[in-house]
């Protein structure tokens, strides 16, 4: 029977094979993840080098994760500066109060972002400009008179640090 599935295992294409190296491995079967990986073919390649191919996707690492956060966090800015807005329109102060508080949270947390991406850039000796240039972000300036969320900073930079695991190593 092993020799049975060998011989099919080798007839199965790599995606196939993948997907019984899933199955068998939330059964645990250690044995047949061994078959498995013993019938996978093994190809030689030819690629860039590592500490290349690291830096660069550092650098695309810090510019999306720093602009999908700033971008999100701006139309959460936007949205609840119209909702202030209409809350005014309608004489709901109450509401309106509320919709400023979360612009005001919004906007401190954009300050932290700009804040925590300028750090990270800073110790890894790489231009802020460069990386808010892929997101087409500019600096933001505060419109509501509100200073930067330092927890927001915190785990904006955390985050930040992270992805830049592999960069630091190769320093």
């Known amino acids: ?11 199965l294409s790599p995606k196939q094979l993948a997907e019984l190296y899933y199955r ?3 059964k645990e079967d250690e044995a047949e993840i061994g078959k498995i990986l013993a019938s996978v073919p093994r190809k030689a390649y030819r690629c860039l080098d590592g500490e290349f191919t690291d830096a660069r996707d550092t650098y695309f690492d810090i510019a ?11 139309c959460l800015l936007f949205e609840a500066l119209r909702n202030f807005a209409s809350a005014l329109d309608r004489g709901a102060r109450e509401d309106a109060d ?17 804040q925590a991406l300028y750090s990270i850039c800073a110790e890894l000796g790489i231009d802020s400009a460069m990386m808010r240039a892929f997101s087409e972000a ?7 008179g509100v200073s930067l969320d330092k927890e927001a900073f915190a785990e904006m930079e955390s985050c930040l640090r992270n992805l830049t695991i592999r960069f630091l190593a190769s320093c």
Do not use: C
């Open 64 to 74: 999306l994760a720093w602009g999908m956060d700033f971008w999100r966090t701006r």
């Open 98 to 114: 509320y919709f400023m508080g979360v612009a005001k949270r919004q906007e401190a947390r954009l300050l932290a972002a700009d």
């Open 138 to 144: 500019d600096p933001h300036e505060s419109m509501l």
């Open 1 to 11: 029977m092993k020799n049975n599935l060998q011989k099919i295992y080798a007839n």
């Open 24 to 26: 068998n491995s939330l």
